[in-house]
């Protein structure tokens, strides 16, 4: 029988399988921050033990970084602490650190894979939970927790069990006005947030095949809001022409060695998968989610579902998640009034997203009602995007270009959207006061999302293309 | 804390919501430490206070009702999705409880509690249904959960049901034993591979 992509990757990182139990695999790349780490690190010399691999571990500062005035030292004291606990950690330990003030900075699913430093066939883990989106590449990379972060940093593997393999078939071509975004809030409302659980997806069919990388990032980093332990795609043409050059991607005889190896990387035509879906590109629409789980979304177009038809177990969670956010079962979303644009995160904070909103938003003002941050995903797409003039077209518009970091998408800086208050954001996660406390927030595409930073609402952005 | 589970009887906590994720259990404006101290008082916090004010307790919410006390929390499906924080482990540990029961966890947070010695046990809908609805009529209703038998039961009415856990992790819960001194052990296995 065939194998799949999960499948190669996995096999060729055990290092030794237990009888009844996990699997202890090895781990090529470790991405640190300042949240997860401390404790990882304190664990470490509790137990006095080094680094194992310090130069298979990459660390940034995103979680906690201000998203203005980053050349002043940090107000906040225990966010100026933890971003000193990591630069002190990894001064001691040889860990290459790119913090405030480096170029490299930035979210780290988006410094990954535009060093170069994320590859297909790889092994990525991350002690945060969009480690997922280096999928895009055909690795497997999944999220984990501290003291799997202390586990990694030891002895550079994991104890992992095998999950099962799930595939999604996106068949077709998208519609105008239909982005990545839209593809993956489509998948996770139809299977609900806890649909993934158990399983690594691989996402396949011509509509994925035709995106391009950043597009395929924001699909691979939302697999774990269906509660999915990864999600990958298989490398193609577009992959090799996206990392050849990267800073960190191999160059020369490394190259073409490792290049024929990524060409190994695909399902093969009779391995088999424990569940199969597939999706008909043409049926998705531009979608928003009203609810507190990214489970909770709907078309543009559509209305606010009824608790009526939902089991008896269900419907006490969904009513308190609509009161939670202030809307009517039955309401259309097109039409609700929002007071803040928040486009930025690991989801889509890349400089395709940042050209996508300006292109829309060019000779637009923002509406007077709403207030919009950008916050670009690294320092490189910050400049990239002042290059381009992108900066001169935002702050036209009325809209504010930030610094690099996770910033609003879970307000741990200062960042954070106002109690009551509507968010349309272009993040991962819409959990109850992940904006900010008693902060309303809904998920939607860049495009959506700059529609709504021009109108002061939910709109359908068909209705704006020319 | 507990660096060993065997047999916990307790009276429960019930939490009868679904899809609670790891913001829940802990905002994200509470992992700014550290260390691993301190992350129990903020257990649920937005749920469990009024304008973040620990003055101002929600008092329908269970944690903030005498009635409800133990070392067992029982919660609706899909149970720790979201982030990966390992501090929602440390919460819920360091709160004082020793197990999770839910018809569902996701699957990062049932990894991290297995690190921190917190059994995770997944029971059927209907168990878990019962177990709801038990504790409501009878808030002292006592539950045992035998991790050596993999056994949930109640000894007031003798309904039980058996969980899953596999026979690695068992042995580390039972024992004490974490990964990180079971991966040290194989060091040279670990070496050999990089060499090949």
Request: glycine share 8%; proline share 5%.
């Amino acid at each position: 029988m065939g194998k799949t992509i999960f499948e190669k990757i996995w096999d060729k990182h055990v290092v030794k399988s237990i009888e009844g139990g996990p699997s202890v695999l090895y781990i090529d790349r470790h991405f640190i921050h300042e949240v997860t780490s401390p404790q990882a690190f304190n664990g470490l010399e509790h137990r006095g033990l080094p680094v194992f691999r310090p130069r298979q571990v990459v660390a940034t500062a995103d979680h906690n970084v201000p998203t203005i005035d980053q050349h002043l030292p940090i107000r906040e004291e225990h966010s100026r602490k933890q971003v000193d606990h990591l630069i002190s950690n990894c001064a001691r330990t040889g860990i290459e650190l790119y913090g405030l003030g480096h170029p490299y900075q930035g979210i780290v699913h988006v410094i990954g894979p535009e060093l170069g430093v994320t590859q297909p066939g790889m092994t990525i883990v991350c002690g945060d939970s969009h480690t997922s989106t280096h999928g895009a590449f055909g690795t497997m990379a999944f999220g984990i927790g501290t003291s799997e972060v202390e586990m990694v940093l030891a002895t550079q593997c994991l104890m992992q069990s095998k999950p099962k393999l799930m595939r999604i078939s996106v068949d077709g071509k998208l519609n105008p006005g239909v982005v990545s975004k839209d593809i993956i809030l489509h998948i996770i409302a139809l299977i609900s947030a806890s649909g993934g659980t158990g399983y690594f997806v691989e996402y396949a069919g011509e509509a994925i095949r035709s995106l391009s990388m950043e597009a395929r990032m924001t699909i691979c980093n939302m697999s774990i809001e269906m509660g999915a332990r990864g999600g990958l795609i298989a490398p193609d043409e577009t992959t090799f022409a996206y990392l050849k050059g990267r800073t960190f991607a191999p160059s020369g005889a490394d190259w073409d060695r490792s290049l024929a190896y990524w060409r190994t990387l695909s399902t093969d035509e009779d391995a088999v998968f424990d569940r199969e879906i597939r999706i008909n590109a043409a049926d998705i629409e531009p979608m928003v989610t009203y609810g507190t789980n990214p489970g909770m979304g709907i078309g543009v177009s559509g209305m606010i579902p009824s608790s009526h038809a939902l089991p008896e177990s269900e419907k006490n969670s969904f009513r308190k998640s609509i009161d939670y956010m202030g809307l009517k079962e039955g309401q259309l979303i097109k039409g609700q009034p929002v007071d803040y644009v928040f486009i930025g995160s690991c989801t889509n904070s890349r400089i395709e997203d940042l050209r996508m909103v300006a292109e829309f938003v060019k000779g637009k003002k923002k509406a007077d009602n709403v207030e919009v941050w950008i916050v670009p995903g690294s320092k490189q797409v910050e400049k990239q995007a002042r290059e381009e003039g992108i900066d001169k077209v935002f702050e036209a518009a009325g809209f504010q270009l930030r610094q690099p970091g996770c910033s609003a998408c879970l307000g741990m800086n200062e960042d954070k959207i106002p109690a009551g208050k509507y968010c349309i954001s272009t993040s991962n996660r819409n959990f109850e006061g992940r904006q900010g406390p008693r902060a309303r927030t809904l998920l939607a595409s860049p495009l959506t999302a700059a529609l709504a930073a021009v109108t002061g609402k939910v709109g359908d952005i068909r209705e704006h293309l020319n | 804390m507990n660096k060993s589970i065997h047999k916990v009887l307790s009276t429960i906590v019930p939490v009868r919501h679904e899809n609670i994720d790891t913001d829940q259990i802990i905002p994200a404006r509470f992992l700014k430490a550290t260390n691993k101290d301190g992350f129990g008082k903020n257990l649920f916090r937005d749920w469990r206070y009024h304008n973040d004010d620990e003055a101002q307790p929600k008092t329908d919410f269970v944690l903030n009702h005498p009635i409800w006390k133990g070392r067992i929390l029982v919660a609706g499906k899909n149970f720790g999705c979201g982030s990966s924080r390992e501090h929602a482990a440390w919460a819920i540990k360091h709160h004082g409880f020793d197990v999770v029961v839910s018809s569902f966890f996701a699957d990062i947070f049932k990894n991290n509690a297995l690190n921190n010695f917190l059994l995770p046990v997944q029971v059927s809908d209907k168990f878990l249904d019962l177990l709801f609805t038990l504790t409501h009529s009878d808030p002292s209703l006592e539950v045992l959960v035998d991790l050596e038998q993999q056994l949930i039961s109640i000894p007031s009415t003798g309904d039980s049901e058996a969980f899953e856990i596999n026979n690695y992790k068992k042995t580390c819960l039972l024992n004490g034993y974490d990964d990180i001194d079971y991966l040290l052990s194989m060091r040279p296995e670990i070496e050999a591979y990089e060499k090949q």
